[in-house]
Structures are given as C-alpha cells and as structure tokens.
C-alpha cells in the first residue's frame, strides 16, 4: 500500500506565504516525478509544478516567479512554497506521484493522489 499524506494548507491574506508538504509512504520502490495540482470550485484540475527524479521542473505560467517546488529523496517528500499569494489561487491542492511500488515481489508502476488540501486566499 502507498499513502500521500498532504499537510501545511490554510487561510491566507493576499501576498501571503504557504508552504505545502507531501510525503510518500509504503512498499515503494522509487519514485519518479511528483507534482502538484489544483481545483478550484467549478473548474477543472490543473497542474501547477511537477519536478522530475533528476530535479527537472515545471510550472504554470500563472504561478512562475511566485512558487517553488522541491523534494527531498531521502524522505520521499515534495514540497511546495508558495509566495505573493493572490486569491485565484485559492483552490483544493492535489500531491501526486508517479512511483513504483513492490509487493509479493513484483514491482509495479502507477500514478497516485493525495487526499487534499485546501489553500484559501481572502483579506
């Protein structure tokens, strides 16, 4: 079994700072990219910035400049700081990893998803 475990959302003013946590945990092999994304209510899920095994990244254009990802291998966790806060970003945010797992001794790979957690940006 592999968990996503998201932590550090919350209420925000406008040019504020959040920093989002998430760690992977189980029979996991390795992991390879890892990503945020975003939904706010009544849009479609959006990727906000994914970063690669080798640290590649990549961010939408409305987030460049603003927010930055990061992980952290030894602990299997990605971070997201987000700086200069606007209240368009205020949405449910989404960890998600594409890793390979391993049980009764195969390995498998696939995609999954945290549970949520909602960033809210308002004076």
């Known amino acids: 079994q592999v968990q996503l475990v998201e932590s550090g959302g919350g209420l925000v003013q406008p040019g504020g700072s959040l920093r989002l946590s998430c760690a992977a945990s189980?029979?996991?092999?390795?992991?390879?990219?890892m990503g945020w994304y975003r939904q706010a209510p009544g849009k479609e899920r959006e990727l906000v910035a994914a970063i690669t095994s080798d640290v590649n990244t990549n961010y939408a254009d409305s987030v460049k400049g603003r927010f930055l990802i990061s992980r952290d291998n030894a602990k299997n966790t990605v971070y997201l700081q987000m700086n200069s806060l606007k209240p368009e970003d205020t949405a449910v945010y989404y960890c998600?990893?594409?890793?390979?797992?391993?049980?009764?001794?195969?390995?498998?790979?696939?995609?999954?998803w945290g549970q949520g957690t909602q960033v809210t940006v308002s004076s």
């Open positions: 189980g029979s996991i092999y390795s992991i390879n990219g």
């Open positions: 998600n990893a594409d890793l390979t797992s391993y049980s009764g001794g195969y390995r498998s790979r696939q995609r999954y």
